[in-house]
């Protein structure tokens, strides 16, 4: 299986086998829609897939991401922050912590919640939530509190 390094970034094809050509031109932009697997050494690691839309424009769609290593804070929001520089497209998160992620907890729906808030994420969809850019801040607040509540860490809404 082929893995190239880009922009800093070790790639590979989550499933099957692509060639060094078939995944640059996948990252670039001009390919099939793939499931890539990413990693930053000693930073994080994940799975996402990129996509040109009919209008155009680049979407980015985040199933898992894992800050590794020991210094994590601050981790997680660099690397929504690096992807969407590099890409240059929305960004969209799918079913976090649940499904690709092993022993996942609902927690990381509040890290979600806040990049959400934050302008890196542009929706998130999940079994807990679904934020859209049509949600209000008092729609937020609501949902925080869900998710607070779920996860035993309940307080105010708008602090984590």
């Not at 998160?93 to 994420?121: C, H, Q, Y």
Request: charge should be negative; aromatic fraction near 8%.
């Amino acid at each position: 299986m082929a893995e190239i390094d880009w922009k800093g970034i070790k790639w590979k094809a989550a499933h099957g086998d692509l060639s060094v050509p078939e995944l640059l031109t996948i990252l670039k932009g001009f390919g099939p829609m793939e499931v890539l697997r990413f990693e930053k050494p000693g930073c994080y690691h994940g799975e996402l897939s990129l996509c040109i839309t009919e209008e155009g424009n680049k979407e980015i769609t985040l199933y898992y991401l894992e800050v590794t290593g020991r210094k994590r804070a601050g981790e997680g929001k660099a690397a929504l922050r690096f992807l969407r520089k590099i890409f240059n497209g929305e960004l969209f998160v799918e079913d976090p912590g649940t499904i690709r992620v092993e022993n996942a907890t609902e927690e990381s729906l509040l890290f979600w919640l806040k990049m959400f808030r934050e302008g890196l994420v542009d929706a998130l969809e999940c079994e807990h939530c679904v934020l859209h850019s049509g949600l209000s801040e008092s729609d937020l607040d609501m949902i925080e509190v869900e998710l607070r509540r779920l996860t035993g860490r309940e307080k105010e809404p708008g602090g984590q």
